[in-house]
């Protein structure tokens, strides 16, 4: 297990007040963001009532929800669910064309989505920093980049005068630079994405759940071998894993340079048959289905 370090109190009060900056250069009043924020911690909060039926999602009942904006323009936000300060899971929240709300993805762990201290640990191994003291020398120049939940990155502006991106659930190094970001996140259609994200109002119940045992998806590489499942496969997805199939999910991103690949463990279905899947990854991750469908490929 991870130690618990100091860092992390550091680099939350540093992206937290970045975020203020940004949020009061814009034309929104101070009313209509307290509304704003008043409506969104609602939401959170009825979500959290229906996950926390889960056996996955009970500790939630006990912890705290911190929200930060996150993404291009600050139109959606993280919300990190902390007990003693230490976090326990994540949900990621964007704005709807409608003043409404969609759940982009949820999941429970340690180490969820733009953990700090998954970060920090991850640049000590990668030689950017030898320690806290090292780290805490200059000031930390960092964003967190959410488009959507293949493209999830921390962006860094290191002190020599380089712009590092660093995946958002382990922190790692990823080979790209500011004209190869454009390109992908230019290639990922906003259109899509708006199409894909499902009304606040219409996920109010989960009618259906499974949790299959986790499994290491390099122990067979069957993209190298197979055909991934069809469209029309993938909409059943569910009863493949009610069957316990092992699934891997696979996504090439970034000029093909960056290869992707989750073990597909499960799924919540909600009322209005809003399928998320559940991935193995620095704890288990849910996204939804019709979201990430275009963005990759499942393979039996």
């Not at 297990?1 to 992390?8: A, E, H």
């Not at 409608?98 to 990668?126: C, K």
């Not at 909409?235 to 093909?256: G, M, S, V």
């Amino acid at each position: 297990m991870r130690k618990w370090i100091p860092l992390y109190a550091a680099l939350v009060i540093l992206l937290a007040s970045s975020h203020v900056s940004a949020a009061a250069q814009t034309l929104v009043s101070q009313p209509e963001l307290k509304q704003q924020q008043s409506k969104l911690e609602q939401q959170v909060q009825t979500w959290t009532n229906i996950l926390t039926q889960q056996a996955q999602f009970r500790s939630w009942k006990h912890a705290t929800p911190n929200i930060v904006p996150i993404g291009p323009g600050m139109h959606g936000w993280l919300v990190t669910f902390l007990i003693d300060h230490k976090p326990v899971g994540y949900m990621i929240v964007d704005a709807t064309e409608d003043n409404g709300f969609a759940l982009s993805e949820y999941g429970v762990g340690e180490h969820p989505a733009f953990d700090p201290n998954t970060l920090y640990q991850s640049m000590i191994r990668q030689g950017y920093f030898t320690s806290y003291a090292d780290a805490v020398k200059k000031p930390l120049k960092i964003e967190r980049l959410y488009v959507h939940p293949l493209l999830a990155v921390w962006k860094w502006y290191s002190p020599d005068g380089q712009t590092v991106y660093m995946d958002a659930w382990t922190g790692e190094s990823l080979p790209i630079n500011d004209q190869i970001w454009k390109k992908q996140t230019e290639a990922s259609s906003a259109k899509v994405k708006k199409e894909a994200a499902q009304p606040a109002t219409l996920l109010s119940l989960l009618s259906a759940s499974r949790t299959n045992e986790t499994f290491d998806p390099y122990e067979r590489m069957p993209w190298l071998t197979k055909s991934p499942l069809t469209s029309e496969q993938v909409t059943k997805l569910p009863e493949l894993l009610n069957h316990k199939a092992q699934i891997r999910f696979t996504a090439e991103l970034y000029d093909k340079s960056v290869l992707f690949v989750f073990p597909t463990i499960g799924y919540h279905c909600w009322n209005n048959n809003s399928i998320y899947v559940a991935f193995d990854q620095e704890g288990t991750r849910y996204v939804s289905l019709n979201t990430i469908k275009t963005k990759g490929l499942f393979y039996p």
